[in-house]
C-alpha cells in the first residue's frame, strides 16, 4: 500500500515537472492578435541603421495599419541583431534546426543551398501557399535577381539587392602623394606602384585588402576572389562542374597577398587576423589611416554614408572609386581587363513559422514600389524593382554602370560555404607568414578534395 | 542477529531513480549519442544534414593524419597548445600563484590579507563574459590599460593579444582561477599544528627550509588533489576565445575551441566534433583515472 502510494506521489511529480516544462509555452489563441517577429543584421546607431529606420518608422507602422484597415490585428516586432554575418548565421542555423527561430529573417543568398540542403528552409509556395506565385511583384523583378533567393529552381524568399565590389579610396590621401586624380589602374601592378607612393606619403596604410578566416565570406567576396578573378580563373569551373584546387591563378593571388602584407608591408596583416579586422578597417578608412580598401558597394552606401557610425559627412568629396584591374589588361576572368563579383541578400519567411499568411503578407509588401522608393531614399542602392530607380546617387548609378556588366557570381552549391572557408583559411596562411603561398595552395589542394572529393577538383598545371 | 533495512531494496531504488534517470538523460544518453555521431558525416547544414551516412573510422583518420598533425588549427596543433596552456597557466599559473598567496598570508591577519583574498576571490566569481571584456581592454595594443602603464614608464606598447597571444591567455586563465588553489591552500595550511613551525623557528631554520620540510610534506597530498582538479579543469576550458577567438591564426586555439570550431562554426560539422568530443572524453577519463588512484594510494600509505 505505502509503496503504491509512493510510486504514484512519485509519478504525479514527475507529470507535473514535465507538464510544466513542456506546456508552459502559452497556447496562440485563433483569432487574437497576430505578432509577426523579423531580424536582421542591424542595430539603431550601429550597423545597417538605415534598415532600422526604415522597417520601424515607415515598413512596420504603415503595414500594421494596413492590416488593420483589413480586420486583422497585426503586431510586428523587430529583432534587431548585432553581431557578425558569420554569427547571424550559425544563429539561424540553430534556430531553424530545433524548429524556431522568428518569421521573417534577413539572409545572404549564398546560405541558401545549404540551408536548401538541410531542408531548413522551404519553398515560399510550400510555405505560403500557392498564393505567393501571383503576387504583382514578379513581374518586376529580373529572373536573375529571384534567383539570388532561389535554388533548382524555387524561390525561398524574396531578393532585395544585389551588389558588387571595386576598389575605394581617399583622395585626400591620394592629393598628398601627388597621384593624379580621378584614378584608375589598369593592372595589378599600377594598384601595387600607387600603394608604394602612398607608403612614400606616408600613409600609415596604402592598401587593405581582405583575408583571413575572421572575416569570413568578406575575404572570399572583397579580397580573395577579386584578385583571383583578376588572375584568370573563378573558384569553379562553371563548364566540367568541377572546383579549381590548384593553378597558376591561384598562386598569383596568393603572391599579390605575400607581396601586400609580407613582402612590402603595403597592408596591414594584423587587421586581418584579428577579430574585429573589418569594423577595424572602415575605422581606419574613416580617419584617413587606409589609401585604397577593397570592399562591396554597401561600403559607399551604408557604411561611409553620412550619419552612420563611421560616416563621413563629406564621403562625396573624400571617397573615390576604381574599378579592380585584372592583373594584366585581358588577362582577367573571361579574358576581361577588370573584374568584380555579386552577392545578393534579401529576407525569407521561416518554415517554422506560426503565421505564413502574415508574413507573406509582411515580406510582400516590403518589397512592394512604395516602401522600396522609401528605403532608396534613405540609401540608394542598386534597385531590385524595374519600376522603382536608384534615387538620386550619381556614384552608386555609376558604379552599378560600370560593374554589373563585368560582374560573376558564387556557385549556388551548398558544399561552397566550406569551400569559401578554405579559401580564407589559404589567404590566412599567407599573411601571417605561417605558409608560402605553394604550401598555402598545396594545403587547400589537400582540404578541398577532402571535402568534395577527387572526382569534384581540376588542377591546372603550374607552369 | 539480522539487519533489518528500513526500506526493501525495490524502495531504495525508487529514491534512487530520479538521479538515475537524471544521469541517463543529461549524461549517458549524450554520450552514446555523440559516440555514435562519431562515426558519421553528419553536419547540422548541407545535404549530410537531413541524411548523414555511416562513414566508419574516417573522422577518426582525419584527426590523426599526421601529414598535417601539428599544422596549426589541426588537432595535435591544438592538443599542443592545450598542453601549454595548462601547464604555463594551471600547473605554474594557478598552483603556483595560490601557493605562493597562501604562503605569505600564513598565520596573518588585517587588512592587506583580506583585500588581498578579496581581489583574488573576485577575479574567480565574476561572470566569464564580464572579465574577458575587461581582459580585452586591459592588453589592447593602443587603447589598453596595461600598455598605458607600461607606456608611462618608457617600456613600450607590446601587441599583447597579436604578438604573444598564448602568454596572455596564459597570464588571463591564471588570474581568473588562483582563487581555487589559494582556498584549498590556505585551509590546508590552518591543519599544520603551529608547535611544528615554532620548533623550526626555534632550530634557526629559514623560510626556504621551513616550505621544503614543513609545509611542503605535510601539504603534497592538498597539492595532488588541487594539481590534477586544475588541470581537468584548465583542458577543457573556453574562455580563452572571449579574449583572442583562437587566433590570431589559430596560434590560441585549444582544443575545446577546436571542438567548438569544428562543430559549431562555419562547417557544422557535427560528426568531426564528434570524434574529437570522444577523444576527449578519453583523455579526460585517462587523468581522472590517474587521481582516484592517487587518491587512493594515498588513503592506503596515509
New interface residues.
Given amino acids: 500500500m505505502a509503496?503504491t502510494r509512493?510510486?504514484l506521489s512519485?509519478l504525479l511529480a514527475v507529470s507535473l515537472a514535465v507538464a510544466a516544462l513542456g506546456f508552459a509555452a502559452p497556447a496562440q489563441a485563433q483569432d487574437g492578435p497576430v505578432t509577426l517577429t523579423i531580424t536582421c543584421r542591424c542595430v539603431a546607431g550601429g550597423v545597417n541603421n538605415n534598415l532600422v529606420v526604415w522597417l520601424t518608422t515607415y515598413v512596420i507602422p504603415n503595414f500594421e495599419k494596413m492590416m488593420a484597415d483589413q480586420g486583422r490585428e497585426v503586431k510586428v516586432e523587430l529583432v534587431e541583431f548585432g553581431g557578425s554575418d558569420?554569427q547571424l548565421k550559425?544563429q539561424y542555423?540553430?534556430d531553424l534546426?530545433v524548429g524556431s527561430g522568428y518569421d521573417i529573417m534577413a539572409f545572404d543568398g549564398f546560405w541558401v543551398p545549404?540551408?536548401v540542403?538541410?531542408?531548413?528552409l522551404k519553398p515560399l509556395s510550400e510555405v505560403v501557399g500557392p498564393e505567393v506565385n501571383e503576387w504583382e511583384g514578379w513581374g518586376h523583378i529580373s529572373p536573375g535577381i529571384q534567383a539570388i533567393l532561389g535554388y533548382q529552381g524555387d524561390v525561398y524568399g524574396i531578393a532585395s539587392g544585389t551588389d558588387v565590389r571595386q576598389i575605394f579610396y581617399r583622395t585626400d590621401l591620394f592629393e598628398q602623394a601627388g597621384i593624379e586624380l580621378p584614378w584608375q589602374p589598369t593592372s595589378w601592378e599600377d594598384v601595387l606602384d600607387t600603394a608604394r607612393k602612398l607608403k612614400e606619403a606616408g600613409v600609415p596604410i596604402p592598401l587593405q585588402i581582405n583575408a583571413?578566416?575572421?572575416m569570413g565570406e568578406a575575404t572570399t567576396m572583397q579580397g580573395y576572389f577579386m584578385v583571383l578573378l583578376g588572375a584568370g580563373h573563378h573558384m569553379y569551373d562553371f563548364e566540367q562542374n568541377k572546383w579549381i584546387v590548384s593553378s597558376p591563378a591561384i598562386l598569383d593571388a596568393l603572391n599579390f597577398y605575400k607581396t601586400v602584407y609580407v613582402d612590402e608591408e603595403l597592408g596591414d596583416a594584423?587587421m586581418q587576423?584579428?577579430?574585429d579586422g573589418r569594423n577595424r578597417s572602415f575605422v581606419e578608412f574613416r580617419d584617413g589611416n587606409i589609401g585604397m580598401l577593397v570592399e562591396g558597394d554597401w561600403f559607399w552606401r551604408s557604411v561611409m554614408a553620412p550619419g552612420s557610425e563611421t560616416g563621413l559627412e563629406n564621403r562625396n568629396e573624400l571617397v573615390g572609386w576604381a574599378k579592380m584591374p585584372a592583373k594584366e589588361p585581358g588577362a582577367g576572368y573571361n579574358s576581361q581587363d577588370f573584374v568584380s563579383i555579386s552577392g545578393g541578400t534579401g529576407w525569407v519567411i521561416n518554415p517554422n513559422t506560426e503565421h505564413p499568411s502574415e508574413a507573406w503578407a509582411l515580406l510582400s509588401y516590403m518589397s512592394s514600389p512604395e516602401p522600396v522608393r522609401a528605403f532608396e531614399l534613405m540609401q540608394p542602392r542598386i534597385s531590385f524593382r524595374d519600376d522603382v530607380a536608384v534615387a538620386g546617387d550619381p556614384v552608386m548609378t555609376a558604379m552599378a554602370e560600370a560593374l554589373l556588366p563585368l560582374t560573376t557570381v558564387r556557385p549556388m552549391l551548398?558544399?561552397y560555404?566550406?569551400i569559401s572557408?578554405e579559401a580564407q583559411?589559404m589567404t590566412?596562411?599567407v599573411v601571417?607568414g605561417?605558409m608560402t603561398p605553394e604550401e598555402a595552395m598545396q594545403?587547400f589542394d589537400?582540404a578541398v578534395t577532402?571535402l568534395v572529393g577527387e572526382e569534384n577538383v581540376i588542377r591546372i598545371p603550374l607552369q | 542477529m539480522e539487519r533489518r533495512a528500513i526500506f526493501s531494496a525495490k524502495v531504495g531504488f525508487l529514491f534512487l531513480a530520479p538521479a538515475l534517470a537524471f544521469v541517463a538523460v543529461f549524461l549517458l544518453y549524450p554520450f552514446v549519442r555523440v559516440f555514435l555521431l562519431s562515426f558519421t558525416n553528419q553536419t547540422l547544414l548541407g545535404t549530410t544534414a537531413p541524411n548523414p551516412e555511416w562513414v566508419g573510422f574516417d573522422n577518426y583518420r582525419r584527426l590523426f593524419d599526421f601529414d598535417r598533425w601539428m599544422r596549426l588549427g589541426e588537432f595535435g596543433s591544438a592538443l599542443k597548445i592545450t598542453t601549454q596552456f595548462v601547464i604555463g597557466s594551471a600547473l605554474i599559473g594557478q598552483v603556483g600563484l595560490g601557493l605562493l598567496i597562501a604562503w605569505a598570508f600564513y598565520r596573518k591577519k588585517g587588512v592587506l590579507r583580506e583585500t588581498v583574498y578579496t581581489l583574488v576571490i573576485m577575479a574567480w566569481i565574476i561572470p566569464e563574459t564580464v572579465v574577458a571584456f575587461t581582459w580585452v581592454a586591459f592588453l589592447d595594443r593602443d587603447f589598453g590599460t596595461l600598455n598605458a602603464l607600461l607606456d608611462a614608464v618608457g617600456l613600450g606598447q607590446p601587441d599583447w593579444l597579436f604578438k604573444h597571444p598564448l602568454e596572455s591567455i596564459i597570464l588571463f586563465n591564471s588570474w581568473r582561477g588562483a582563487a581555487f588553489s589559494l582556498l584549498l591552500f590556505s585551509s590546508a595550511l590552518e591543519t599544520i599544528p603551529p608547535s611544528y613551525i615554532e620548533t623550526a623557528e626555534v632550530a634557526g631554520a629559514n623560510a626556504w627550509q621551513k616550505f621544503r620540510d614543513i609545509f611542503f610534506p605535510l601539504l603534497r597530498g592538498h597539492i595532488l588533489t588541487d594539481l590534477i582538479l586544475i588541470t581537468l579543469w584548465t583542458f577543457n576550458v573556453f574562455t580563452p576565445f572571449l579574449l583572442t577567438g583562437g587566433g590570431p591564426a589559430r596560434r590560441t586555439e585549444l582544443v575545446s575551441i577546436y571542438t567548438y570550431r569544428t562543430a559549431f562554426h562555419g562547417q557544422h560539422e557535427f560528426g568531426k566534433g564528434g570524434a574529437i568530443a570522444v577523444v576527449m572524453m578519453l583523455i579526460n577519463f585517462a587523468l581522472a583515472l590517474v587521481y582516484l588512484s592517487l587518491i587512493r594510494r594515498r588513503r592506503v600509505h596515509g
Fill in positions: 509503496k509512493l510510486l512519485v558569420e550559425e542555423a540553430l534546426s545549404e540551408f540542403g538541410a531542408g531548413l583571413g578566416t575572421a594584423r587576423l584579428l577579430q551548398p558544399e560555404p566550406q572557408y583559411l590566412e596562411r601571417s605561417e594545403a589537400e577532402e
